[in-house]
């Protein structure tokens, strides 16, 4: 009996670390796709590529009216792990949006 209460314990733990470590996976993965479509519809703008920003400016919204409660709401370093996503985003934003635009670039 006091074996299983301890199972029941520990797997209580277990599962709370594991739904934290998922938090805050979402929470860098949030960040790293809002700030990526900031930096895409950056680029979009200044090449006056219209698709590329009516697709990216509706993402920026779409991520961000889900956003907001996890980082209002959130830890010092739920901020931390949010920006972190952010600025590896933006990186990705640029490589990539430079990429579509070389692409495109290439067919006309």
């Known amino acids: 009996m006091m074996n299983t209460n301890r199972m029941k314990s520990y797997n209580r733990r277990r599962s709370y670390s594991g739904k934290m ?5 979402s929470l860098f993965i949030t960040g790293y796709s809002q700030v990526y479509f900031i930096s895409v519809n ?13 697709i990216s400016a509706f993402m920026i919204s779409m991520i961000w009216s889900f956003n907001i409660k996890k980082i209002a709401f959130g830890s010092f370093s739920d901020r931390v792990i949010y920006a972190f996503g952010a600025t590896l985003g933006s990186l990705a934003g640029l490589w990539s949006s430079s990429f579509i635009s070389t692409f495109l670039s290439s067919l006309w």
């Open 21 to 25: 470590i998922m938090a805050k996976v």
């Open 42 to 54: 950056t680029y979009f703008l200044a090449k006056e590529l219209y698709l590329g920003v009516f």
